[in-house]
């Protein structure tokens, strides 16, 4: 299976880099593609650790594509595995309420999944999908939604998005802990 994170935002913000850098450690180098990096300094910069192209997925040559949208009316099922070649997640940070910007800027007529009704941040659904892919029911995560980061001695931040657990701790890149100390 290979996994494309088409890049939707409007630059490559540092926070995409970290989070990239964490999807390109979930899923390992081989598996995984950025996509639409239009800007050549971004491309070199995401190719210091993964594969990177200008091409927005939709010009490449690809079959059996599902993206994974959490406005889809499906569920991904470990039997998607036999359906699909290739999983599309968009690089997208996530917005509360939700704007459905997978649903609006990927466009349609590809085969769509969701990994439940409340938005991941995408190295999470990267995560999540790897395992159902892999065997593993929704019913086996633990999920919560809605999570504190401490900042410093006096300071959190409510991130209002669904986080799997893994050992009681969301999933999360410690460098994205250091990014919001730093303030974002
Ligand atoms: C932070 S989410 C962005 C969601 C975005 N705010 C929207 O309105 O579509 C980033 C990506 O992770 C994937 N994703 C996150 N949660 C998902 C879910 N519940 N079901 C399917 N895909 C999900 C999708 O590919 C999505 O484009």
Known sequence: MIYIIE???PELFPWCI???RHITKILGKANVLFTNIRRKKDCDR???FARAVKESFTTLDLKRVC???PAASKVLSSSDVKEFDTIVLGGILGDYPMKARTKQEI???YERRHLGKEQMPTDNASY???DILAGKKMSDFTFKDGITVELGENEATDLPFRYVMIDGKPLMSGQLVEL???GF
Do not use: T
Request: proline share 5%; no cysteine; charged share 35%.
């Open 107 to 109: 466009p349609s007529g």
């Open 18 to 20: 970290i989070e990239y």
């Open 180 to 182: 919001l100390k730093k």
């Open 128 to 130: 999540v999908a790897r």
């Open 7 to 9: 890049h939707l935002e």
């Open 46 to 48: 995401l190719r210091g």
């Open 67 to 69: 993206v994974l949208d």
